[in-house]
């Protein structure tokens, strides 16, 4: 089976007159991911996450290989959908709601009860059905987050590509979010590359771990050994999570205390 | 926003209080400073008998047709400008070029072109309004956020459908300030115009009317239809426009 996405010698340079050296952000990276795996991205600020993240979602160019479904990727299509790190991604003149059914319509669907309904599930799924009459400007960062959230889910994309969806929500809702986003991965079967600064998040979440360096190497890209559904107290977990921090911590160059 | 209103109404009835004032002093002849009274009839009469509801209707008339014509053109130019960046560097310079034109001065040659008519000042309106609805909508378009486009190409919008999904609301607020720019100088180049050609064969406009009471030397005459000039003017700032951003902008929480 062709795997869902294939990187073959990725480079990754910004051409502007501000990088000095050869600008490479992205080293070589090699990197193959099945069907279903959910894989979180760790790495310290800077070192290149979001910037692989668009170019699989096809808004960079790249020197290399990176292939979706065996097919080059040339450009931005609906097969991958982003959610920005951005809270501005939403489309301010429509409604919440109107923002999930506004993709959905541009692939065909027409019928406005099917639209209507499909919405609804997925607002219902991020918490925010109350909320479907709003404009994006009368929500907080995080419902926005959400609202993305929602927008990818309802297309039922390849890959959903998450850039950080949750670092500005609290506790609690991260917390529920998680386990939302975690349910629909199990049931649909989507595949997701989920950016997380939060490593409790990566071993929670994630099938599949990497942990990338400042210098935009992928250094650590191992299985997530621990049995689904992940809590503190699940075994192994403090190794984990220390085998992580210190993978983190070289990776951002620091000298471990 | 209440405020505001009082301000504007109170400094309103004084102007007309002073006004009054200065007439019964008689500091200048009644014949420069008419009575508010005699403005008053004069736009009275103006509407039972002298027909300038008619002349208004037909100023509006021609104005609106200008005005979509202008707006219609000005958006096909500047879309076609968003695809052809030749066309984009050309357009630029037309639009810059001729924006300095006021449209009283095209007047000579569009009568040498197409004569007196409607068609002559629905081309001044067009002239006077595309122009800055032009630059407007470039400047909209240029100033469309990068993540409003990644997002529209990622939800798949291509490189036409992105002009309407994307580029036209997200530039809403630049695009209805063209609007009114331009509003203001459609109709001031309309009533130049009609001041300038009479009447077209077809009808007379308000520019008309207001030239025929200075020849007749009815200086009340003029007034009035300065004011009912200022008038719809008014209404359509405040009432149209405002009515507008209320469900747009405003609405979405962009622009100022
Ligand atoms: N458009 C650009 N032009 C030039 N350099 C850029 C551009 N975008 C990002 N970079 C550089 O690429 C590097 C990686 O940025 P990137 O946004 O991918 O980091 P990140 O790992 O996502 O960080 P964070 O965790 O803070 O979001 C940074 O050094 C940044 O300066
Ligand atoms: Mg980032």
Redesign the pocket.
């Known amino acids: 089976m062709t795997p869902i996405l294939k990187v073959e010698n990725l480079v990754k340079r910004?051409h502007?007159e501000?990088?000095y050296g050869q600008g490479e952000?992205l080293k070589d990276l090699n990197f193959e991911m099945q069907r279903g795996e959910f894989v979180c991205i760790l790495?310290p600020?800077?070192?290149?996450?979001?910037?692989?993240l668009r170019c699989i979602g096809g808004f960079e160019g790249y020197e290399g290989t990176l292939a979706v479904n065996g097919e080059c990727v040339t450009g931005p299509g609906t097969d991958r959908i982003m959610v920005f790190?951005e809270f501005s991604q939403l489309l301010p003149w429509k409604t919440v709601e109107k923002n999930v059914q506004y993709p959905l319509k541009l692939q065909g669907c027409k019928d406005k009860k099917k639209l209507q309904e499909i919405s609804d599930l997925y607002l219902e799924k991020v918490d925010l059905l109350e909320y479907r009459k709003f404009y994006p400007h009368q929500l907080s960062g995080g419902m926005k987050q959400r609202t993305a959230i929602a927008r990818a889910l309802a297309l039922k994309p390849e890959i959903i590509l998450m850039?950080?969806p949750f670092a500005s929500l609290d506790a609690m809702s991260r917390n529920h979010l998680q386990a939302e986003l975690y349910q629909i991965h199990q049931k649909e079967k989507v595949s997701v590359i989920f950016?997380t600064?939060n490593i409790q998040e990566a071993i929670c979440l994630g099938t599949r771990i990497l942990v990338?360096s400042k210098n935009g190497e992928i250094k650590v890209d191992m299985m997530n050994p621990l049995p689904k559904p992940v809590t503190p107290s699940s075994e192994k977990y403090g190794e984990m999570w220390d085998l992580l921090h210190d993978a983190l911590y070289e990776a951002g160059g620091e000298e471990k205390e | 926003m209440k405020k505001r209103f009082v301000h504007q109404i109170v400094f309103i009835i004084a102007v007309l209080a002073m006004w009054q004032v200065i007439y019964e002093l008689q500091l200048f002849p009644a014949l420069m400073f008419p009575s508010l009274g005699s403005i008053f009839s004069a736009l009275t009469e103006g509407f039972a008998d002298g027909g300038l509801g008619e002349m208004v209707l037909y100023s509006m008339s021609l104005l609106l047709r200008g005005f979509v014509i202008g707006i219609v053109a000005a958006f096909v130019l500047s879309g076609i400008s968003m695809m052809s960046r030749t066309f984009c560097d050309i357009y630029n310079m037309i639009v810059s070029m001729c924006d300095l034109i006021p449209g009283v001065a095209m007047i000579p040659l569009a009568i040498l072109w197409i004569g007196i008519g409607e068609e002559t000042i629905i081309l001044i309106v067009v002239h006077s309004i595309i122009w800055p609805m032009s630059r407007s909508i470039m400047d909209g378009f240029s100033s469309v956020p990068k993540i409003y486009k990644e997002v529209g190409a990622n939800i798949g919008l291509n490189r036409y459908s992105m002009l309407l999904g994307i580029y036209v609301p997200a530039a809403f607020a630049h695009i209805l300030s063209g609007i009114k720019v331009g509003w203001a100088r459609a109709w001031r180049g309309l009533i130049s115009a009609e001041m300038i050609f009479g009447t077209t064969g077809s009808g007379a406009g308000i520019g008309w009317f207001i030239f025929m009471k200075r020849t007749n030397v009815d200086i009340a005459g003029v007034f009035a239809a300065l004011l009912v000039i200022v008038a719809i003017g008014a209404v359509v700032e405040y009432v149209v426009f405002r009515y507008i951003e209320k469900n747009t902008i405003r609405k979405w929480g962009i622009g100022k």
Do not use: V, Y
Request: charged share 20%.
């Open positions: 910004f502007d501000m990088s952000i790495g600020s800077g070192c290149g996450k979001s910037t692989f790190q850039d950080e950016i600064h990338m």
